[in-house]
């Protein structure tokens, strides 16, 4: 049996509204595998970003528990969840507003290599970011650029990069291709079949595209 990644016990989170609390996701369980690619599926505003986004902490379960290694990491102070940091990254849906526009392609790849891997050197780092644009399907002068000088799908691909520059087990992919022309897509989800085929990556899909999700998933969850 493959091995489990990621283990999601009754996850709830509400935000204050000026009419008291919204529920945002309420009891939500499953497993993602290594390997594996889990859909989750939803019209707008069933809570699937918002689950996705209490995944990397960025904002606050109500109730619940994500497992990795048997440690629930919602549990964790901020010290203890950084080593956890790496391991689960997240490729947002808007690749014009995802990369910094006064960072070059280098730099921002570099910089989390910077932040998580202190003891690499500056050419060590820069061997690395070259490496990941080759990955990706870019080519090392892209290194040199700014995000503007690229296309939708080449900035997709940067910032496919730059959460793959940590090495991480699990990649949440929040409608990471839905702001991309149809042909784009298919390159970027090529992309992503291929880095998961060579890396065991394991991928939280969200998406509201059911032709796509049946391309990508092994698994599919529904949120109402």
Not at 13 to 26: D, E, K
Not at 127 to 140: C, H, I, S, Y
């Amino acid at each position: 049996m493959a091995e489990k990644k990621l283990e999601v016990r009754n996850l709830t989170v509400s935000f204050r509204t000026s009419n008291g609390r919204l529920q945002a996701v309420r009891g939500i369980d499953f497993d993602l595998y290594k390997g594996e690619t889990l859909a989750i599926v939803g019209e707008s505003g069933s809570g699937k970003t918002t689950l996705g986004l209490t995944l990397m902490r960025l904002h606050k379960a109500s109730g619940g528990q994500v497992f990795i290694d048997g440690k629930d990491i919602l549990s964790l102070s901020e010290k203890a969840f950084y080593p956890y940091k790496r391991r689960i990254q997240i490729v947002f849906q808007n690749p014009y507003a995802s990369l910094n526009p006064r960072f070059t392609v280098g730099q921002i790849l570099m910089e989390p290599l910077a932040i998580h891997r202190g003891t690499l050197s500056a050419a060590q780092r820069k061997e690395m970011a070259l490496e990941w644009l080759e990955k990706v399907g870019l080519p090392g002068a892209a290194f040199y650029r700014y995000p503007h000088e690229f296309s939708g799908g080449q900035r997709q691909r940067i910032a496919i990069a730059r959460c793959l520059t940590m090495q991480p087990e699990i990649l949440v992919c929040d409608e990471s291709v839905s702001a991309l022309d149809v042909s784009v897509q298919a390159q970027i989800l090529n992309l992503l079949q291929d880095l998961q085929d060579e890396f065991g990556l394991s991928y939280l899909f969200i998406s509201h595209d059911l032709s796509v999700v049946k391309y990508m998933a092994d698994q599919v969850m529904v949120m109402r």
